[in-house]
C-alpha cells in the first residue's frame, strides 16, 4: 500500500467515527505531528511580552524559589 493510498484510507474511517473523545484524541496525535514551526502571536499577546520584558528589566519580578517559599508561608498559616 502507497502513502496514498493508506492517507485516503484513513480518511475515509475517520469521516465514519461519531465518537467525538475519540476524535479529539486523533486530533492531539495529529498535531503532535504537524505542529507548525512559527507560533503566531496576536497583538495583545505581543504587546504583554513587551510589557513583562520591560518589568524584568526593572526588576517587578520574583524568583520561583521565593514565589514558592512565601506561597509555602502562606498556606502553612492558614
Known sequence: ?????L?????HRI????DESFLQALKTI???????????????QRNEISESRMQIEQGQFIEQAD????????????
Open 30 to 44: 495529529l498535531d503532535s505531528k504537524t505542529q507548525s514551526p512559527v507560533l503566531k502571536l496576536t497583538e495583545e
Open 67 to 78: 514565589l514558592d517559599k512565601k506561597f509555602n508561608e502562606w498556606q502553612s498559616s492558614k
Open 7 to 11: 492517507k485516503k484510507q484513513l480518511i
Open 1 to 5: 500500500m502507497t502513502t496514498i493510498e
Open 15 to 18: 469521516s465514519e467515527i461519531n
